[in-house]
T-cell receptor, first 116, second 113 residues
Framework: DTGVSQNPRHKITKRGQNVTFRCDPI?????LYWYRQTLGQGPEFLTY????????KSRLLSDRFSAERPKGSFSTLEIQRTEQGDSAMYLC??????????????FGSGTQLSVL | DQQVKQNSPSLSVQEGRISILNCDYT??????FLWYKKYPAEGPTFLIS?????DKNEDGRFTVFLNKSAKHLSLHIVPSQPGDSAVYFC????????????FGQGTTLQVKP
């Protein structure tokens, strides 16, 4: 069990560029989440998948954001036409969800995005 | 609208003493609560949780108390150790939406040797 892996750890980009982050969850975890965290705030929910199905997207997630989990394993989060307000830590988490248990999310170390 | 609030941005305690971190929530539909700990440059790590059907859960030095009538939960760490110095987040799950957690803003705990 190697934990949740996120790449890259840091990304610096210019405003208007597209960026893509990758998350590899703990193997066999059926749920995968994306959160965003800014300084002095707690993680903020963006979207989540159960297997390959995207079940919910936050209304905070603009059309410039898209996430995929094509085979129910790794996931990518793409931000198009980045803005300075997109600068944040992007956290991925995974879990094993069943109807009988309360799930616990296991987080990766995050990708720190800086938009210049 | 901040549904989960941690009103103390920081807390400093002496090693060996008790640390008490507090969290308030507004949504009565929350049915499951968690505490996470975060070190710099790392993601949050799960610490302890409690279901709304309980009022206390204990795991070693960590105890979480839930007061549903007051919509308040607290995390007690005793005895506190310097390695406990970190940012602590409380999080809550909506019973009607099992898919996501709502986090508070975090409290930075410093345990002094």
């Amino acid at each position: 069990d190697t934990g949740v892996s996120q790449n890259p750890r840091h990304k610096i980009t210019k405003r208007g560029q597209n960026v893509t982050f990758r998350c590899d969850p703990i193997s066999e975890h059926n749920r995968l989440y994306w959160y965003r965290q800014t300084l002095g705030q707690g993680p903020e929910f963006l979207t989540y998948f159960q297997n390959e199905a995207q079940l919910e997207k936050s209304r905070l997630l603009s059309d410039r954001f898209s996430a995929e989990r094509p085979k129910g394993s790794f996931s990518t989060l793409e931000i198009q036409r980045t803005e300075q307000g997109d600068s944040a830590m992007y956290l991925c988490a995974s879990s094993t969800w069943t109807s009988a248990t309360n799930e616990k999310l296991f987080f990766g170390s995050g990708t720190q995005l800086s938009v210049l | 609208d901040q549904q989960v609030k941690q009103n103390s941005p920081s807390l400093s305690v002496q090693e060996g003493r008790i640390s008490i971190l507090n969290c308030d929530y507004t949504n009565s539909m929350f049915d499951y609560f968690l505490w996470y700990k975060k070190y710099p440059a790392e993601g949050p790590t799960f610490l302890i949780s409690i279901s709304s059907i309980k009022d206390k859960n204990e795991d070693g030095r960590f105890t979480v108390f839930l007061n549903k009538s007051a919509k308040h939960l607290s995390l007690h760490i005793v005895p506190s150790q310097p390695g406990d110095s970190a940012v602590y987040f409380c999080a809550a799950r909506d019973a009607g939406n099992t898919g996501k957690l709502i986090f508070g803003q975090g409290t930075t705990l410093q345990v002094k040797p």
